[in-house]
């Protein structure tokens, strides 16, 4: 058992480990709303985030991250629904109550947002200024944060002279030196090359883990919000359309947007042959049969399932319920292959992993499936 609060994924809701009341969050957004212009941005917004939690807000360009983040900052005001943080009203039905500067809110943008005629220990130490720390407080936060990112002999150095991975880190010791309860981040990886990307993900989570703030963290990158996050909120045009932990997303996604916006893999049509008994049903997709995984209440009848790559298997040359399908790219992937499959039962192509041994494009195999998921939603 642990003391942690946890959150109700399907909700977002905020409950406590023994299902008692709810333990108060450190961002709690309820039916935020924004229109720009013509178009509602964000439409009716329901969102908790625990204390201590790593919420990243995934979903494609223009879906309104980055609206939903100013918000929560104080950088913008909604035209209702209502935010708290740490319990306090800091927005409500179209009211900013608090402005950006008193919410004890952290930010960390994709442009580094660094103040370029300050050098790093003065950048770090600016907020503290502002906020009236002690000169002696100061220099021992900055001196700490800088430590911590591994920048200390960079101090007095100006932040033209550093290169994109070590200016995100004087981000990053910024917030630290702060010391926010709530840490919002806008896509932090996003201007860094690639191989920097890891290293300095790693090192939010593990500041993260460290700091015990709780963080927002906004990509339109489903792998590093998959390694980086506790629980991923699926934003699709103005709404959350799904908040769970990165597996269960990936297993059981609860419409066709966020499907594909997860993982890989097809929507394949099926018949639903009886109701869910144990989190399991039989179906017949093309003319085999197969039993896999559906959301409690799901009932007999025509139905659209998720195959990940892990769902197919060969199956060996006169197995039953075996079903064709053509072979028509093999990747190599290092430890195997990723094959796609032309099947005319299947509506659209099909993936799935092998070992090294795999058969060559251009051929036609059986496959069988072993796994897969009836989308509660279509
Ligand atoms: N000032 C504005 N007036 C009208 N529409 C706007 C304005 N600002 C943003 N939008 C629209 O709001 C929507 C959401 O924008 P937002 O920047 O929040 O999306 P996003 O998910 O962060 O996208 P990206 O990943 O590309 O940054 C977009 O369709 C955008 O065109």
Redesign the pocket.
């Known amino acids: 058992m642990t003391d942690r609060p946890v959150l109700h994924a399907a909700s977002g809701m905020v409950r406590d480990t023994a299902g008692g009341p709810a333990a108060m969050p450190a961002l709690a957004i309820r039916g935020l709303t924004r229109r720009?212009?013509r178009?509602t941005?964000l439409d009716h917004v329901d969102l908790d985030v625990a204390p201590g939690e790593f919420l990243a807000l995934l979903?494609p360009?223009?879906?309104?991250?980055?609206?939903?983040l100013r918000l929560i900052a104080g950088l913008d005001g909604a035209d209702d629904g209502r935010i708290r943080i740490a319990g306090r009203p800091v927005d409500h039905d179209g009211r900013m109550l608090v402005p950006a500067e008193a919410r004890g809110v952290g930010m960390v943008f994709q442009s580094y947002a660094l103040w370029p005629q300050m050098t790093v220990a003065e950048n770090v130490a600016f907020a503290l200024k502002r906020a009236r720390r002690g000169p002696a407080e100061t220099a021992a936060r900055v001196t700490a944060a800088l430590d911590t990112v591994g920048l200390a002999e960079h101090a007095d150095t100006m932040p033209d002279r550093l290169s994109g991975g070590q200016r995100q880190r004087v981000a990053l010791a910024r917030v630290l030196a702060a010391a926010p309860a709530l840490v919002l981040m806008d896509e932090p990886l996003a201007n860094l090359d690639p191989h920097l990307r890891r290293g300095i993900g790693d090192e939010i989570r593990r500041l993260h883990d460290a700091t015990g703030a709780a963080t927002v963290y906004?990509t339109?990158d489903q792998t590093e919000a998959m390694t980086l996050a506790d629980r991923i909120a699926v934003?699709d045009q103005g709404r959350i359309a799904q908040v769970a932990a990165p597996a269960e997303l990936y297993d059981q996604p609860a419409d066709t947007a966020t499907a594909r916006f997860v993982g890989q893999g097809a929507m394949v049509s099926a018949m639903v042959l009886r109701g869910e008994t144990a989190g399991r049903v039989p179906v017949r997709i093309g003319g085999g049969d197969a039993v896999i995984r559906a959301a409690p209440g799901t009932l007999a009848g025509p139905a659209h399932v998720v195959l990940r790559p892990e769902a197919l298997v060969p199956a060996p040359a006169g197995t039953t319920g075996s079903l064709p399908a053509f072979v028509s790219r093999r990747t190599f992937e290092g430890g195997g292959h990723l094959l796609r499959l032309a099947a005319p039962w299947a509506g659209e192509p099909l993936l799935m992993r092998t070992g090294r041994h795999a058969p060559d494009t251009g051929e036609t195999i059986g496959v069988l499936v072993r796994d897969g998921w009836v989308l509660p939603r279509a």
């Open positions: 720009l212009g178009k941005v979903g360009s223009g879906c309104g991250k980055t609206t939903l906004v339109h934003m």
